[in-house]
């Protein structure tokens, strides 16, 4: 079966950490070009964090120095590490992939509370 499967979210007091997993199963995925992204109450989805089709990592400005985007190749999965969270980081955060380089998948989403 094709599908991301995200997992690891929660309800984390501010300054907590949390670990994102997304796992990709079926053929034609790789976790290069694998990101994560968020989306609010009320807002709209952003990206939060990209593996880049070489192998690179990206994170945005807002989560840059918190947040940490890594993959494990050999179980085609990517992680995100959130350190010293904020109640504005709460939100449903999204996996994405790319199948056969052209096919965008989305996890089902896993919600993560941040209270103050």
């Known amino acids: 079966q094709v599908q991301l499967v995200e997992s690891g979210g929660g309800l984390v007091q501010a300054g907590g950490s949390l670990r994102l997993s997304c796992r990709a199963s079926?053929?034609?995925?790789?976790?290069?070009?694998m990101g994560w992204y968020r989306q609010a109450p009320g807002k709209q989805r952003e990206l939060v964090a990209t593996?880049?089709?070489?192998?690179?990592?990206n994170v945005v400005d807002s989560v840059k120095g918190r947040f940490t985007i890594s993959s494990d190749n050999a179980k085609n999965t990517i992680y995100l590490q959130m350190n010293s969270l904020k109640p504005e980081d709460t939100a449903v955060y999204y996996c994405?992939?790319?199948?056969?380089?052209?096919?965008?998948?989305w996890g089902q989403g896993t919600q993560v509370t941040v209270s103050s």
């Open positions: 994405k992939g790319l199948r056969f380089g052209v096919l965008d998948y």
């Open positions: 079926g053929s034609g995925f790789s976790v290069n070009n």
């Open positions: 593996i880049t089709s070489l192998g690179g990592t």
